[in-house]
């Protein structure tokens, strides 16, 4: 098992990179929240995240399952406490070939028990 939130967001990362989709929910504590990103979006019109590992499933299952290509470069993290914040670029291949480059700020927290108690991402989805 991951020992800080950094190998938890690197864990993260690396699960979704290799298409595990039951490894990355492992990483996760039973009442996780996943706020993909911040806030209201298409996905999450009332901006409320995913609680649970039956939400955070259905998040994987209808918004990362089906990326035909997920890469990432890690390239800043700090980490403080049980908290890391983790700035990654993505260069990602969506399921209709559209590829698209972004950065975002993820926030990992480790919870007592080891796993991710919460996992906020900070993005617009795509590079102005």
């Known amino acids: 098992m991951a020992q800080t939130a950094t190998d938890l967001a690197r864990a993260s990362l690396e699960a979704v990179k290799a298409g595990k989709r039951d490894e990355w929910l492992d990483l996760f504590d039973e009442h996780s929240l996943v706020e993909d990103p911040v806030g209201p979006s298409p996905a999450d019109p009332e901006g409320k995240g995913y609680r649970g590992r039956d939400e955070i499933a259905a998040f994987y299952d209808s918004g990362i399952g089906d990326i035909k290509d997920f890469n990432y470069e890690i390239t800043r993290v700090c980490?403080?406490?049980d908290e890391a914040a983790v700035l990654v670029h993505f260069?990602?291949?969506l399921p209709d070939g559209?590829?698209?480059d972004f950065d975002a700020m993820n926030i990992y927290v480790q919870g007592a028990n080891g796993k991710l108690a919460a996992l906020r991402s900070f993005h617009h989805g795509a590079t102005d």
Request: one cysteine or more; proline letters at 0%; aromatic letters at 0%.
């Open 79 to 81: 980490r403080c406490g």
């Open 98 to 100: 559209q590829v698209t």
């Open 91 to 93: 260069h990602i291949t």
